[in-house]
């Protein structure tokens, strides 16, 4: 991508998720982009994506998820999740909640403060609705780094992956037709189809008060030309915690 913020994008935030599926275990595919997600002030690392990356249109895992620890594509390190995050498939017509969040399971030391590094911080409900607001009445651009098809490739002879980050920049152009869906425009795309952007991460540049600019997750691409509002994430996330902080009192 170039734009006089690259220097700003979190290139390393994202991953490349795999399938393996039950059929064909030796020749393992993509299937879309995550980025990894810390909730402050937890410790947990989330993954996460467009649910369709990891679920068929009946529902069902497509298959073994498989994402490497590093995304140097030869690192045969596969990450374990303690669990999946569903959101509901499809519950009317304008309730269609296409995201997925994965629990990043127990890893050694070195290996969870990689993940931590890389991880984006993600915004409460409340921030993520005034952030799409913002942007909206400014008219701003929005960006987002992830792995589209046409720089990513699987070597099956030697099993390794071949795959590099891409971005570009757009505008939110309002709302879609399903609730916490937003359609945007690419704007400096020219590589034809976005297909595997999905899963990736919308991103607001934010400045702090301290002068630091703070790329701030918005969004989760769904489509070619929608994002459904990080909202969608957090709320699963946050049913998660209690749930688990429940089942320990």
């Not at 140097?72 to 009317?92: M, N, Q, R, S």
């Not at 992956?161 to 704007?187: H, Q, S, T, V």
Request: proline residues 5%; aromatic residues 10%; glycine residues 8%.
């Amino acid at each position: 991508m170039k734009s006089n913020t690259s220097e700003h994008i979190p290139y390393d935030c994202i991953a490349a998720i795999m399938i393996e599926s039950v059929e064909f275990p030796a020749y393992p595919f993509f299937s879309g982009t995550g980025f990894y997600a810390l909730f402050p002030p937890r410790n947990e690392i989330y993954l996460i994506t467009a649910r369709h990356c990891i679920y068929d249109g009946g529902g069902e895992l497509k298959g073994k998820v498989k994402v490497s620890l590093r995304m140097d594509g030869v690192c045969k390190k596969a990450l374990v999740f303690d669990a999946i995050l569903e959101t509901k498939y499809l519950h009317d017509q304008t309730d269609f909640e296409d995201v997925a969040v994965l629990v990043v399971g127990d890893m050694a030391s070195e290996d969870k403060e990689l993940l931590r590094n890389r991880a984006l911080k993600l915004p409460h409900q409340e921030d993520a609705e005034r952030i799409i607001d913002l942007i909206q009445e400014k008219n701003g651009k929005i960006r987002t780094v992830g792995f589209p098809g046409v720089s990513k490739k699987i070597n099956y002879e030697s099993n390794t992956a071949l795959m590099r980050p891409r971005g570009f920049y757009g505008k939110i152009e309002g709302k879609a037709g399903c609730k916490n869906w937003f359609k945007f425009k690419p704007e400096n795309w020219t590589d034809g189809e976005l297909s595997g952007f999905s899963g990736s991460p919308m991103l607001e540049l934010l400045l702090t008060p301290d002068g630091r600019v703070l790329p701030t997750p918005i969004g989760v691409i769904v489509t070619e030309a929608n994002f459904i509002a990080i909202n969608v994430a957090t709320d699963l996330i946050a049913e998660y915690i209690k749930s688990e902080l429940l089942a320990q009192s």
